[in-house]
């Protein structure tokens, strides 16, 4: 199908965006790679008046670490995180998650701000933000403003971006030393969304013990998940069997997957189980 008409702008500036979201309302659209947008506009589930393409504005791609974050510009794409030299080190859970979204040709395309911009619980890179303890940048009329990950995604598509805003940056915390982190989805064939997804991160001490928990949950709850039980049974603790298990089995009961076409809701919360325990001894394994 082919979408309904619209105007389309290419401002080169920020301010020029922002000036254009005040003055075109609500029925105007941000466009950045276009590979979440664009599909639903041929199948006409959104038909927005006018795009506003970013991508002519200079200075939305970057990724690199600057007072004590690791910074990720909005437009930076799939496949510069898949090459970049910042990210193997202390972020291998960028690789594990970007390596499993979709095909190179999205990839090359989807941005990392659009993917969390989207709202959607089935993209991957929110459970990977929710699980760092992520903090998005928003800049709108009245300037900058940051919001963390926790209080980003609060609707079925729904976001805390103001109709004016643009998502331009994302801060991750650098993690501590003693730091491992992890993802994997599950899915049906290669490309597919997520029948069922999870990261982890985890800092150990000296002693094994865990000092920082985070977990972070895909299409399995109408919003991105915390998983936050599943994280308090393990901070605090040496990750023995017994406590990676129950945090497994916190994760499986406080999610809220429904039935469809990738599984039924009981399949899904035993594959949570199942990805957690795997995601947790992943991170133990790189946090050495
Ligand atoms: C075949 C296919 C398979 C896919 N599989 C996966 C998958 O397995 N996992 C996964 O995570 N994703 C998947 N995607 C989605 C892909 O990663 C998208 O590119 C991504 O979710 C959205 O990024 P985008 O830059 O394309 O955003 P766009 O499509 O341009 O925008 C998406 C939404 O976010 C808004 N937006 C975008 N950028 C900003 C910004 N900077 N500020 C404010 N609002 C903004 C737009 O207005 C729009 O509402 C798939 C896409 C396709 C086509």
Known sequence: MIPAPFDYYAPTTLDEAIS???????????????????????????????????????????????????????????????????????????LDATKLIADPQVRNMGTIGGNLAHGDAANDHPAVMLAMRAEVVATGPEGQRTIPIDEFFYGFYM????????????????????????????????????TAGVAVQLTLDSEGVCTYAGIGLTNVNPTPLRAERSEQALLGNKLTEEVIAQAAQ???????????????EEYKRAMVGVLTKRMIHKAMERAQ
């Open 20 to 94: 254009l979201l005040q003055e075109l309302g609500d029925e105007a659209k941000i466009l950045a790679g276009g590979h979440s947008l664009l599909p639903m506009m041929k199948l006409r589930f959104a038909s927005p008046e006018q795009l506003i393409d970013i991508n002519n504005i200079p200075g939305l791609s970057y990724i690199k670490e600057e007072d004590g974050f690791l910074k990720i510009g909005a437009l930076t794409k799939e496949a510069e995180l898949e090459h970049s030299d910042t990210i193997p080190g202390k972020y291998p859970i960028f």
């Open 250 to 264: 916190f994760a499986s009961e406080d999610c809220n997957p429904s039935d469809d076409l990738r599984g039924d």
């Open 159 to 194: 976001t805390a971006l103001g109709e004016t805003d643009i998502l331009t940056e994302i801060r991750i915390p650098i993690p501590a030393a003693g730091t491992g982190n992890a993802y994997h989805k599950l899915e049906r064939k290669v490309g597919d969304y997520a």
